[in-house]
Protein backbone atom coordinates (compact mmCIF):
# COMPACT_ATOMS: atom_id res chain seq x y z
CA UNK A 1 0.00 0.00 0.00
CA UNK A 2 2.99 2.53 0.67
CA UNK A 3 5.29 1.45 -2.48
CA UNK A 4 3.95 4.13 -4.65
CA UNK A 5 4.53 6.63 -2.31
CA UNK A 6 7.83 5.45 -0.77
CA UNK A 7 8.84 6.18 -4.32
CA UNK A 8 7.53 9.70 -4.27
CA UNK A 9 9.29 10.51 -1.20
CA UNK A 10 12.49 9.05 -2.87
CA UNK A 11 12.14 11.29 -6.12
CA UNK A 12 11.49 14.49 -4.33
CA UNK A 13 14.17 13.78 -2.02
CA UNK A 14 16.39 13.44 -4.87
CA UNK A 15 15.49 16.22 -6.54
CA UNK A 16 16.26 18.46 -3.16
CA UNK A 17 19.53 17.14 -3.41
CA UNK A 18 19.81 18.29 -7.50
CA UNK A 19 18.14 21.27 -6.77
CA UNK A 20 20.39 22.38 -3.87
CA UNK A 21 23.53 21.75 -6.21
CA UNK A 22 25.55 24.96 -7.45
CA UNK A 23 25.83 24.44 -11.37
CA UNK A 24 29.66 24.94 -11.57
CA UNK A 25 32.42 24.31 -9.58
CA UNK A 26 34.21 27.72 -9.82
CA UNK A 27 33.49 31.51 -9.51
CA UNK A 28 32.83 33.18 -12.97
CA UNK A 29 34.45 36.13 -13.20
CA UNK A 30 34.42 38.66 -16.13
CA UNK A 31 37.98 40.53 -16.64
CA UNK A 32 37.40 43.50 -18.42
CA UNK A 33 40.60 45.46 -19.93
CA UNK A 34 40.15 49.05 -20.71
CA UNK A 35 42.79 50.44 -23.36
CA UNK A 36 44.94 53.18 -22.55
CA UNK A 37 45.50 53.75 -26.04
CA UNK A 38 42.43 54.11 -27.95
CA UNK A 39 43.92 54.89 -31.31
CA UNK A 40 45.53 51.16 -31.98
CA UNK A 41 44.13 49.09 -29.17
CA UNK A 42 40.16 48.75 -28.00
CA UNK A 43 39.25 47.15 -24.71
CA UNK A 44 38.28 43.37 -24.05
CA UNK A 45 36.64 41.56 -21.64
CA UNK A 46 36.95 37.75 -20.50
CA UNK A 47 34.35 35.67 -19.02
CA UNK A 48 35.75 32.83 -16.97
CA UNK A 49 35.57 29.94 -14.84
CA UNK A 50 37.99 29.61 -11.89
CA UNK A 51 37.75 25.61 -12.06
CA UNK A 52 41.08 25.65 -10.56
CA UNK A 53 39.70 28.06 -7.45
CA UNK A 54 42.65 30.37 -7.12
CA UNK A 55 41.19 33.50 -8.23
CA UNK A 56 43.17 33.87 -11.87
CA UNK A 57 42.28 33.37 -15.31
CA UNK A 58 44.15 30.50 -16.94
CA UNK A 59 43.69 30.15 -20.74
CA UNK A 60 41.58 26.82 -20.18
CA UNK A 61 39.33 28.88 -18.25
CA UNK A 62 37.91 31.41 -20.73
CA UNK A 63 34.23 30.58 -21.82
CA UNK A 64 33.87 33.95 -23.51
CA UNK A 65 36.01 36.72 -25.50
CA UNK A 66 35.01 40.00 -26.56
CA UNK A 67 37.40 40.58 -29.15
CA UNK A 68 39.88 42.96 -29.57
CA UNK A 69 40.81 45.27 -32.41
CA UNK A 70 44.88 45.89 -32.51
CA UNK A 71 45.68 48.48 -35.53
CA UNK A 72 42.35 48.21 -37.54
CA UNK A 73 42.86 44.11 -37.22
CA UNK A 74 40.33 42.48 -35.25
CA UNK A 75 41.13 39.33 -33.40
CA UNK A 76 38.35 37.09 -32.09
CA UNK A 77 40.53 34.51 -29.69
CA UNK A 78 42.82 34.74 -27.04
CA UNK A 79 45.76 32.32 -28.02
CA UNK A 80 47.28 33.29 -24.61
CA UNK A 81 47.16 34.32 -21.36
CA UNK A 82 50.55 36.52 -19.69
CA UNK A 83 51.66 36.26 -16.10
CA UNK A 84 50.35 39.15 -14.17
CA UNK A 85 48.27 39.67 -11.21
CA UNK A 86 45.11 38.83 -11.86
CA UNK A 87 46.26 35.81 -14.77
CA UNK A 88 48.70 32.94 -15.13
CA UNK A 89 50.09 31.85 -17.64
CA UNK A 90 53.32 30.91 -20.07
CA UNK A 91 53.81 32.90 -23.19
CA UNK A 92 56.43 34.25 -24.93
CA UNK A 93 58.25 37.94 -23.54
CA UNK A 94 54.66 37.50 -21.02
CA UNK A 95 52.25 38.89 -23.60
CA UNK A 96 48.64 38.42 -24.77
CA UNK A 97 48.23 36.68 -27.71
CA UNK A 98 45.59 36.67 -30.23
CA UNK A 99 44.39 34.96 -33.32
CA UNK A 100 42.11 35.58 -35.61
CA UNK A 101 42.25 33.87 -39.58
CA UNK A 102 44.79 35.60 -41.28
CA UNK A 103 47.51 35.40 -38.24
CA UNK A 104 48.07 36.40 -34.76
CA UNK A 105 49.12 39.21 -32.92
CA UNK A 106 50.72 39.96 -28.91
CA UNK A 107 50.16 42.95 -26.80
CA UNK A 108 52.02 43.42 -23.43
CA UNK A 109 50.08 43.71 -20.51
CA UNK A 110 50.51 47.48 -19.53
CA UNK A 111 48.71 48.54 -22.76
CA UNK A 112 45.36 47.82 -20.58
CA UNK A 113 44.25 48.87 -16.80
CA UNK A 114 41.94 45.74 -15.79
CA UNK A 115 39.03 45.48 -13.23
CA UNK A 116 38.33 41.34 -12.26
CA UNK A 117 34.74 41.16 -10.53
CA UNK A 118 32.90 37.83 -9.75
CA UNK A 119 29.82 36.77 -11.36
CA UNK A 120 27.44 35.66 -8.97
CA UNK A 121 27.31 31.69 -9.41
CA UNK A 122 23.89 29.98 -11.07
CA UNK A 123 22.23 27.25 -9.08
CA UNK A 124 20.36 24.78 -10.95
CA UNK A 125 16.48 26.49 -11.52
CA UNK A 126 14.49 25.47 -7.99
CA UNK A 127 12.00 24.80 -10.48
CA UNK A 128 13.46 21.61 -10.83
CA UNK A 129 12.36 20.64 -7.53
CA UNK A 130 8.93 21.08 -8.61
CA UNK A 131 9.33 19.43 -11.86
CA UNK A 132 10.17 16.20 -10.13
CA UNK A 133 7.61 16.03 -7.61
CA UNK A 134 5.20 17.08 -9.79
CA UNK A 135 6.32 14.23 -12.07
CA UNK A 136 6.07 11.65 -9.09
CA UNK A 137 2.80 13.14 -8.33
CA UNK A 138 1.46 12.17 -12.11
CA UNK A 139 2.87 9.03 -11.32
CA UNK A 140 0.85 8.70 -8.37
CA UNK A 141 -2.45 9.71 -9.85
CA UNK A 142 -2.00 7.29 -13.04
CA UNK A 143 -1.33 4.30 -10.37
CA UNK A 144 -4.64 5.53 -8.40
CA UNK A 145 -6.29 5.41 -11.40
CA UNK A 146 -5.46 1.81 -12.76
CA UNK A 147 -5.55 0.80 -9.06
CA UNK A 148 -9.54 2.00 -9.04
CA UNK A 149 -10.51 1.45 -12.61
CA UNK A 150 -10.81 -2.35 -12.49
CA UNK A 151 -12.92 -2.12 -9.18
CA UNK A 152 -15.15 0.54 -10.88
CA UNK A 153 -15.84 -2.24 -13.54
CA UNK A 154 -16.33 -4.79 -11.33
CA UNK A 155 -19.18 -2.69 -9.49
CA UNK A 156 -20.99 -2.13 -12.29
Known amino acids: MF ?19 PASAG ?4 LNATTLFPASFTSFSIR ?3 TSGDGLLQLGEISSFSGVTINSLTYPTVSCVPNTTLSTGICAQNEWGFVRSGGAAGATTNTWTYALTPVSAVPLPPAL ?3 TSALGLMGLAR ?5 RTPALLLAA
Do not use: E, K
Open 3 to 21: GPFRHVVRIAAAAFLVSAT
Open 27 to 30: TIYD
Open 48 to 50: FND
Open 143 to 147: WWITR
Open 129 to 131: LLL
